[in-house]
């Protein structure tokens, strides 16, 4: 079955499934990723502060190396991390010798949040009473604004940002020049972020979501609204929450580190409307539920948190 994709507004396709790294436990990513590949995943999904992209780097090239697929064929993305605002090429080359790549396909703003660069810890720096050490004479609009020279590198491209609420790319857009290709987000039916899709749509953004099985533990696939669709169609939850986010023209990426569900999670299903309804409704009845939020003492946006 082919593979859906979607269109970035850089005019790049990105496979609506993509293989998520985070919290994949070292000396388990290679594998992986390598598996992934050979299994049909053609996105896959990573970060500097993951601390994990020299496997995902070896993953690749073991797959490279084998004839599974060519780097072109491959849409990699990974992210600036917090501690790097203010050398976001530096950033950017870390990932890359990790990666052993020569581009990423997408480069993305981690947090709309940065970091002291020189703080106790090069990617979680803390004050001595405990709390984030932020660097707050760094505006995430001067970060993007270096995020956008790197384009004309090749080392990147398409950029993007993640965790943006409407607040937020409120802010950015009007003080920018390229609209971000794409908005990196926690949504999933307990999380539905109805305003930051319809927001992105309307700009031209595409949405990636992460955490769809609702983060560890996959909790999710214990609610009775989500059993009842994945009954319906005779699938598992975990494919309904993934066939979910993809009916919603979201591009979506499932973590796992395990060979049988990193090759289920790349099955969809279409769901019909009265799917993506009853499934957005869990929210309206039960609240909301939010699994990712690092506590760095700043209102981003987010009507749950705010």
Known sequence: MAQKSFKLNNGASIPAVGLGTWQ???????????H????????IDGALCYQNEDEVGSGLKKAFDEGI????DVFVTTKLWNTYHRNVEEGLETSLKSLRLDYVDLYLMHWPVSMNPNGNHPLFPKLDNGERDIDWDRSHIDTYKDLEKLLDTGKAKA?????YSVKYLEQLLPATT????????ETHPYLPSTDIVDFCKSKGILLTAYSPLGSTGSPLFMEEGIQKVAKKHGIS???ALISYAVARGTAVIPKSVTPA????NLETVELDKEDVDALDAISKAKGVTRFVYPPFGIDLGFPDKS
């Not at 994949?24 to 390598?34: C, D, M, Q, R």
């Not at 697929?69 to 072109?72: G, H, M, P, Y």
């Open 24 to 34: 994949s436990a070292k000396g388990e990513v290679t594998a992986a990723v390598y």
């Open 36 to 43: 992934a590949l050979k299994s049909g995943y053609r996105h």
């Open 69 to 72: 697929c060519k780097r072109s």
């Open 159 to 163: 950029i993007g940002v993640c965790n």
């Open 178 to 185: 390229v609209v971000p290709a794409v908005n990196q987000i």
């Open 237 to 239: 939850e975990g494919t």
């Open 261 to 264: 569900r990193i090759e289920k």
